[in-house]
């Protein structure tokens, strides 16, 4: 079952443009093997719309979900940056620290700030 952690990608966020995202832990019901994973988009009018997207497709895979926080970030492509900041109303901040090593673990050459 642990399995289905690594196949979770890290990573899924709007290719271009500011949106809202959420740090989601993700762990194997009823283990302790877990990751966090980071989701935003730019059709979540609130950051609870990107959580009832990813509850019910983790819950497929035999994990749980539990949000961590949120915030928003702004995707640069053409120049290859990234920045995170603010907060989630509903959820409270993410840790925007761990946001960005896992940002940093997919997009290796764009510069990645936080606020």
């Known amino acids: 079952m642990a399995d289905a952690l690594s196949k979770v990608p890290d990573v899924d966020i709007d290719p271009e443009g500011q949106f809202k995202y959420i740090l989601v832990n993700i762990k194997v019901k ?3 093997e ?4 980071v989701r935003g988009t730019k059709t979540a009018e609130y950051h609870i719309h990107i959580f009832e997207k990813v509850n ?9 979900c539990n949000c961590l926080g949120g915030g ?9 940056k990234l920045r995170v900041f603010g907060e989630s109303t509903g959820y409270g901040k993410a840790d925007h620290a761990v946001t960005v090593e896992k940002l940093k673990s997919v997009f290796k050459d764009y510069e990645i700030t936080m606020e």
């Open 30 to 32: 009823g283990g302790t």
């Open 34 to 37: 877990h990751k966090e994973i």
């Open 56 to 64: 019910p497709a983790m819950e497929a895979l035999g994990l749980e």
């Open 72 to 80: 928003k970030i702004e995707h640069n492509n053409t120049v290859k």
